[in-house]
């Protein structure tokens, strides 16, 4: 059974850093690339970020980009996400996923997901 556990949200104030965690288990986690997402309330479910299989290629949303980092660390089975400078308008719940992807690739859709983590930005 494939599981993706989010930890690492909370309340931060605007200006604030992040530093998110999944942990997967349940499939060959290096030969999936990784992706976090986020969903605000009264929104669609966003595309924050995504990684490869080996780290190689990285993808970001034009809005994060400069102070954001996705990582990975492929023996501990356990994708990251640092946010800096947070913003009030970056309240939401973050989700990472999973795709299983033959070639080194950073897509933006996937098959696999987790429950999410809530992240909350105070002005």
């Known amino acids: 059974q494939v599981q993706l556990v989010e930890s690492g949200g909370g309340l931060v104030q605007a200006g604030g850093s992040l530093r998110l965690s999944c942990g997967v288990s349940g499939l060959t986690f290096n030969m999936y690339a990784m992706g976090w997402f986020r969903q605000a309330p009264g929104k669609e479910r966003e595309f924050v970020a995504a990684?490869?299989?080996?780290?190689?290629?990285?993808d970001y949303t034009d809005s994060v980009k400069g102070r954001c980092t996705i990582s990975r660390d492929n023996v501990k089975n356990t994708v990251y996400l640092q946010i800096d400078s947070l913003k009030p308008e970056e309240t939401a719940v973050y989700y990472c996923?999973?795709?299983?992807?033959?070639?080194?690739?950073?897509?933006?859709?996937?098959?696999?997901w987790g429950q999410g983590t809530q992240v909350t930005v105070s002005s």
């Open positions: 990684i490869s299989r080996n780290s190689r290629i990285t």
């Open positions: 996923a999973a795709r299983y992807t033959p070639g080194v690739v950073a897509p933006r859709d996937y098959a696999y």
